[in-house]
């Protein structure tokens, strides 16, 4: 079967003649499906027309060759179901005209920030990815961090325009956190005096370069392993950058008029809201991401692979709708029926047929999105006197979900009924788990020390877990019922009020 490319799709290069105005810090699956489907979008509606250039943040990327090898073409898959519509749609996205491996090809980065055409920025790094890391600064290598690179992009354009206000840029981050666009602008200024970037520098990044807090919503799951096939058939070539996602999607950006009209999302018919994105992110990351996180290690150990398989077990199901009915909704601060009616959305959206969400998808990264997406619940209602039983189960469970028999490689190989399946985490999380489990044959206070080891490491937390009143004892008495009678075992008891 061939290839897709622009010799088997011509019309990919309808688009080639516009100019790359977008450089994108990131080629995964959601910018794929979400960001640059949008671009294309407003391309084919001559709305923005301008390409994106994709820049690789880590230094193993697997996504620019595909790219390269396929001219920067990709088909993204919209199925599920909108206003009451079944929806199955597959689009050619031509917006990418490149991606760049910046630790091969640091020059060509710059270079890019030399063209006074590039007018926007956007990331999606993982949470992980937009983080302070402290790192030298050379002119000719890239800098290992995302916010690392773009502060040295932003130095060589200040320097190649000579501080030219109009060369300034918009930056639109899009990693899942909270005033992401503040928390990216103040890590780039801290690099700038980590590395001693002139002050006429700091000052040009501050005056004429503007960071939009923003928040994004669709659910993508990335490349369909388990049926890539039945695709091919379908669509009659091979596409190894395949992006299946639903069709829903929601995109809010706090930015005025002016951004508004340069960037035509909305002209181009796309759910984009520009204003205020509080509201929205606190409504969507604890209940959706967060119902995510919640139920990811649990249901994986109880023996089902995605989330649709999850929602469709009455046992999980039970065990989801009360995490997000009686232990996040009840502590965000909106209205009670904002909260209901997108917990309802939310619930339906789990169960899109289409949509494969794999449970090990969802574990990456697990301890930080615990942190950012769950432990905010959980902590809300600690402070209401209560410790919210399904919450602690998760806990307990995603402590269960990080014990590693071996290592491979990057990763840390756990087993479920003789099977194994990789933990995906930073390293000094795969190491600290490896080190604590190593101490625990399943005794009640192994168990109980493990319990104290990870509620205690304030590094994942951000604060002593161990100071909540109880929550040791919950969740060891969680984590031991799973490890003694197996996970639905703990289910079971937990459900019929029986847990701890
Ligand atoms: N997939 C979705 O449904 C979805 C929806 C909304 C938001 N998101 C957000 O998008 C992020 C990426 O999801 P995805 O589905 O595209 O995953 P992906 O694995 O396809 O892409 C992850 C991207 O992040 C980069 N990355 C990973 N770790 C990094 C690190 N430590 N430093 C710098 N870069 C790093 C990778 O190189 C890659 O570009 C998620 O963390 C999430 O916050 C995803
Ligand atoms: O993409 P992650 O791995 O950060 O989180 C997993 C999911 O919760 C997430 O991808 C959601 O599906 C998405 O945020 C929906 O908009």
């Given at each position: 079967?061939?290839?897709?490319?622009?010799?088997?799709?011509?019309?990919?290069?309808?688009?080639?003649?516009?100019?790359?105005?977008?450089?994108?810090?990131?080629?995964?699956?959601?910018?794929?499906?979400?960001?640059?489907?949008m671009?294309?979008?407003?391309?084919?509606?001559?709305?923005?027309?301008?390409?994106?250039?994709?820049?690789?943040?880590?230094?193993?990327?697997?996504?620019?060759?595909?790219?390269?090898?396929?001219?920067?073409?990709?088909?993204?898959?919209?199925?599920?179901?909108?206003?009451?519509?079944?929806?199955?749609r597959t689009e050619v996205v031509a917006a990418i005209s490149r991606?760049?491996?910046?630790?091969?090809?640091?020059?060509?980065?710059?270079?890019?920030?030399?063209?006074?055409?590039?007018?926007?920025?956007?990331?999606n790094t993982t949470e992980a990815g937009l983080s302070y890391f402290q790192e030298e600064y050379a002119a000719n290598r890239a800098p290992l961090s995302f916010p690392g690179k773009l502060t040295a992009f932003?130095?060589?354009?200040?320097?190649?325009?000579?501080?030219?206000?109009?060369?300034?840029?918009?930056?639109?981050?899009c990693e899942l956190l909270e005033n992401n666009g503040d928390l990216l602008k103040a890590i780039v200024m801290q690099l700038a005096k980590d590395w001693r970037l002139p002050d006429a520098f700091t000052e040009w990044l501050q005056s004429h370069n503007r960071f939009f807090n923003t928040l994004v919503d669709r659910i993508v799951i990335g490349y369909p392993k388990e049926n890539s096939e039945e695709y091919?058939?379908?669509?009659?070539?091979?596409d190894e950058l395949l992006t299946v996602g639903e069709p829903y999607h929601f995109f809010a950006i706090e930015g005025d008029e002016t951004t508004a009209a340069a960037l035509p999302f909305r002209q181009?018919?796309?759910?984009?809201?520009?204003?205020?994105?509080?509201?929205?992110?606190?409504l969507k990351v604890r209940i959706l991401n967060g119902a995510h996180t919640m139920m990811f290690a649990v249901a994986y150990l109880s023996g089902v692979d995605t989330v649709l398989q999850a929602m469709e077990d009455q046992q999980l199901r039970r065990f989801i709708q009360r995490g997000m009915e009686q232990e996040i909704l009840p502590y965000i601060a909106l209205e009670q029926a904002v909260k209901t009616n997108f917990a309802r959305s939310v619930e339906e959206r789990f169960l899109n047929p289409f949509n494969r969400h794999q449970l090990l998808d969802l574990a990456l990264n697990a301890v930080t999105k615990y942190k950012l997406r769950v432990l905010p619940s959980l902590l809300d209602a600690v402070k209401t006197g209560t410790l919210p039983a399904v919450l602690c189960f998760s806990l307990a469970g995603?402590?269960?979900?990080?014990?590693?028999?071996?290592?491979?490689?990057?990763?840390?190989?756990?087993?479920r009924e003789q099977q194994p399946y990789s933990i995906r985490d930073q390293e000094e999380v795969l190491q600290f788990f490896q080190n604590v489990w190593s101490a625990?044959?399943?005794?009640?206070?192994?168990?109980?020390?493990?319990?104290?080891?990870v509620l205690g490491n304030e590094s994942f937390w951000g604060e002593n877990l161990l100071q909540i009143a109880g929550l040791e004892e919950k969740v060891g008495q969680y984590l031991r019922q799973m490890l003694h009678d197996g996970m639905r075992a703990a289910l079971t008891r937990l459900l019929e009020g029986d847990g701890a």
């Amino acid at each position: 079967m061939q290839t897709l490319n622009k010799q088997t799709y011509p019309a990919g290069r309808r688009f080639d003649h516009l100019p790359e105005k977008i450089v994108q810090f990131g080629e995964g699956n959601f910018l794929r499906g979400f960001l640059d489907w949008m671009i294309q979008r407003m391309n084919e509606q001559e709305l923005f027309l301008g390409r994106v250039v994709a820049i690789q943040p880590t230094p193993h990327g697997k996504v620019v060759p595909k790219l390269l090898a396929q001219d920067g073409l990709y088909t993204v898959a919209l199925r599920g179901f909108a206003n009451g519509e079944q929806v199955d749609r597959t689009e050619v996205v031509a917006a990418i005209s490149r991606g760049i491996n910046p630790y091969a090809d640091w020059l060509e980065v710059l270079r890019l920030a030399e063209n006074r055409q590039i007018e926007f920025v956007f990331s999606n790094t993982t949470e992980a990815g937009l983080s302070y890391f402290q790192e030298e600064y050379a002119a000719n290598r890239a800098p290992l961090s995302f916010p690392g690179k773009l502060t040295a992009f932003l130095f060589h354009r200040f320097q190649a325009t000579a501080g030219d206000p109009t060369a300034g840029l918009k930056i639109f981050p899009c990693e899942l956190l909270e005033n992401n666009g503040d928390l990216l602008k103040a890590i780039v200024m801290q690099l700038a005096k980590d590395w001693r970037l002139p002050d006429a520098f700091t000052e040009w990044l501050q005056s004429h370069n503007r960071f939009f807090n923003t928040l994004v919503d669709r659910i993508v799951i990335g490349y369909p392993k388990e049926n890539s096939e039945e695709y091919e058939q379908r669509l009659g070539y091979r596409d190894e950058l395949l992006t299946v996602g639903e069709p829903y999607h929601f995109f809010a950006i706090e930015g005025d008029e002016t951004t508004a009209a340069a960037l035509p999302f909305r002209q181009a018919g796309l759910n984009v809201f520009w204003g205020d994105v509080k509201p929205f992110r606190e409504l969507k990351v604890r209940i959706l991401n967060g119902a995510h996180t919640m139920m990811f290690a649990v249901a994986y150990l109880s023996g089902v692979d995605t989330v649709l398989q999850a929602m469709e077990d009455q046992q999980l199901r039970r065990f989801i709708q009360r995490g997000m009915e009686q232990e996040i909704l009840p502590y965000i601060a909106l209205e009670q029926a904002v909260k209901t009616n997108f917990a309802r959305s939310v619930e339906e959206r789990f169960l899109n047929p289409f949509n494969r969400h794999q449970l090990l998808d969802l574990a990456l990264n697990a301890v930080t999105k615990y942190k950012l997406r769950v432990l905010p619940s959980l902590l809300d209602a600690v402070k209401t006197g209560t410790l919210p039983a399904v919450l602690c189960f998760s806990l307990a469970g995603l402590m269960l979900f990080y014990r590693g028999i071996q290592r491979d490689g990057q990763q840390l190989v756990g087993m479920r009924e003789q099977q194994p399946y990789s933990i995906r985490d930073q390293e000094e999380v795969l190491q600290f788990f490896q080190n604590v489990w190593s101490a625990c044959q399943g005794e009640k206070e192994q168990v109980q020390q493990l319990v104290r080891a990870v509620l205690g490491n304030e590094s994942f937390w951000g604060e002593n877990l161990l100071q909540i009143a109880g929550l040791e004892e919950k969740v060891g008495q969680y984590l031991r019922q799973m490890l003694h009678d197996g996970m639905r075992a703990a289910l079971t008891r937990l459900l019929e009020g029986d847990g701890a």
